[in-house]
């Protein structure tokens, strides 16, 4: 079963709107952390934003706020004020405990936004 | 500060010839170092991940293997290619503790045809 789901494949959204991209999870363990990742079209990966199991308070960092929903298994991205440079692939991903004491994330398949001028 | 390296950025090979990638990692020391691909349209799939010089774990078989002969190196290799090891192969760092942010290289674009 998927751990990571993005539903939506692609999405598009007006310069200067906010856009929301979707991401569930699924998980026993109750230590866990969720990011995003930010591809452009150079394959780049851009770490946007953490969220752990425990924050009581959702992440923000500049224009990227995770509206984190704990009970629903939500982790969804929210950009304010969209600009071009926006445009790009969009990873979710969880980061689990592994035996051995390592961390290792799984990712979703994606959400492509373009931000129309 | 840290940079992490990876080479080539393209490469084309035809099927049944070996591959060999490499990843250096600068600026830190005993990171946990991991491989990805990416086929085309798709997420992330990670195949390995090294905890330390010579700990190889492997997430899906496949005719790919890695090793990490250095702190601070990680070598993707295929003895035999196939069509389907075509993708874009990442490689990815992180500090060995609890760590939640993964740094990533730029890339390398693997066609096998």
């Known amino acids: 079963a998927q751990k990571i789901t993005q539903t939506q494949p692609g999405m598009f959204v007006q310069e200067k709107e906010a856009v929301t991209l979707d991401c569930t999870y699924d998980?026993?363990?109750?230590?866990?952390?969720l990011f995003w990742y930010k591809q452009p079209s150079s394959g780049e990966m851009i770490f946007l934003i953490y969220?752990?199991?425990?924050?009581?308070q959702n992440a923000t960092e500049g224009r990227y706020s995770l509206n984190f929903q704990k009970a629903r298994k939500s982790a969804n991205l929210v950009i304010s004020a969209s600009q071009l440079g926006d445009s790009a692939m969009y990873f979710c991903?969880?980061?689990?405990?592994?035996?051995?004491?390592?961390?290792?994330?799984?990712f979703g398949r994606g959400t492509s936004l373009i931000v129309h001028p | 500060s840290q940079t992490i390296h990876q080479w080539p950025a393209t490469l084309v090979q035809p099927v049944g010839s070996p591959l060999s990638l490499e990843c250096t990692v600068e600026?830190?020391?005993?990171?946990?170092l991991y491989w990805y691909r990416q086929a085309a349209g798709r997420g992330l799939q990670l195949l390995f991940y090294?905890?330390?010089?010579?700990?190889i774990s492997s997430e899906v078989p496949q005719n790919l293997s890695a090793s990490r002969p250095q702190d601070r190196q990680f070598i993707l290799s295929s003895k035999k290619l196939l069509l389907s090891d075509s993708g874009f192969y990442l490689c990815?760092?992180?500090?060995?503790?609890?760590?939640?942010?993964?740094?990533f290289g730029p890339g390398t674009r693997l066609t096998v045809t």
């Open positions: 990815a760092w992180s500090v060995l503790a609890d760590s939640y942010e993964q740094y």
């Open positions: 998980t026993s363990d109750p230590s866990y952390g």
């Open positions: 991903a969880m980061r689990e405990a592994r035996s051995g004491g390592s961390y290792i994330p799984t």
């Open positions: 090294s905890v330390g010089i010579g700990q």
């Open positions: 969220q752990g199991s425990y924050d009581q």
């Open positions: 600026g830190t020391s005993n990171p946990n």
